[in-house]
């Protein structure tokens, strides 16, 4: 009897756990992640292109006669003034050629008085019938010659006054001395292939940047005008980044576009001109043009939002039912921190703000609302 109850004991436990066994699972509770909804707003973006500065006035000092340098009146670096002195050239023998052309000069201007004078007494006695016509036409074209040599000596005496003149070099415009290769006592000539200095007049500053085809057309789209030029006018004002990645001081505008593109290129130039009254910028520097674009209405979803998988831009798109799907978006440029979306996303769509990198798409979540929406950042 015992043996019995001992069997039915063991038989109900072995029962009791085999519909243990096979109770169901108790179901896997949703993620909470951060979602945000999109807004739509103002964004700027930027561009950015290297640029060479030039200033606005760059001139190679020569020589427009040979000689020995007297006088060497700048150093290196020095800022001039137009018209202040430069160089001196050796001028004795320049003073010298004057003289000879002056003595020339005199000597032509006294061969026409004589030859008036003979004019005017032979009139009279070609008038009273004394001497033949003859005579006094030849005396009036005597008189022609007289003047037209009096003429070529007044030429040479100011080609020679001249170059009297070229051996004092001045400065034609306000600007900064570069390097002076040649010093005093130095043999000078037109033809020599190395200037004596170059002046550059950077009161203003010049930003040479290219921008390619495809660029150049959606410059064009982006400005209200009828031309381009009405387009430049339209233009917001742009930044020059320099070779320290600091901004300089004060703001551009760009002001010309080159009049083709450069067919080895692809690309067409233009110019941004700068204030450059403290002299901060040279002839050479280098750096970056950065150009912002402003747009309204526009979709921006944060950097830390998006997944880059094989050059494409993917976010976490939640729909209605919280149910997670990997989307991709296209993306039109940054602004700060923030993606600007071209396609993929629209005002009112919600995506998740981290916390993705193990989502599947169907996924359900349980979405946390953030403090503020992406607009408003």
Partial sequence: MKRIVFILIAASLLLSACS??????????????????????????????????????????????????????????????????????????????????????????????????????????????????????????????????????????????????????????????TRLPKKQGSLVSAADPIPLTLLSDIAEVHAYFSIGESDFIAFKEKYAGNSLNDKLKNLPPVALVLADNSEYEQKGKIDMVDGQFDKTTGAITLRASFPN??????????????????????????QSATAEVQDKIFVYAVSKDNKVNKIPVTILGKSGTNYLVKDGLKAGDRIVFKGFETLQDGTVIVPEKMAGEIASK
Avoid: C, H, W
């Avoid at 103002?42 to 200033?55: D, F, H, L, R």
């Avoid at 050479?284 to 526009?298: D, E, F, K, V, W």
């Fill in 20 to 177: 243990g066994n096979n109770a169901p699972a108790p179901a896997a509770q949703a993620i909470a992640l951060p979602v945000f909804a999109i807004g739509s707003g103002e964004a700027v973006t930027y561009q950015e292109y290297p640029v060479a500065v030039e200033g606005r006035v760059n001139v190679e000092i020569r020589p427009q006669v040979d000689g020995y340098l007297d006088k060497v009146y700048v150093d290196e670096g020095s800022f001039v003034k137009a018209g202040q002195p430069l160089f001196k050239i050796n001028e004795n023998r320049y003073r010298e050629l004057l003289n000879n052309a002056q003595g020339a000069a005199n000597a032509a201007e006294a061969a026409v008085i004589n030859a008036k004078l003979e004019v005017e007494k032979m009139t009279p006695l070609v008038e009273g019938k004394v001497i033949s016509d003859y005579q006094l036409k030849s005396a009036k074209a005597s008189l022609k010659i007289a003047e037209a040599n009096r003429k070529q000596a007044e030429a040479a005496v100011a080609s020679a006054r001249i170059n009297v003149g070229y051996t004092l070099i001045t400065a034609p415009v306000d600007g900064y001395i």
């Fill in 277 to 302: 009254a403290k002299g901060l910028l040279r002839s050479g520097n280098t750096g970056r043009i950065r150009l912002g674009i402003t747009y309204n209405n526009a979709i921006l979803i944060p």
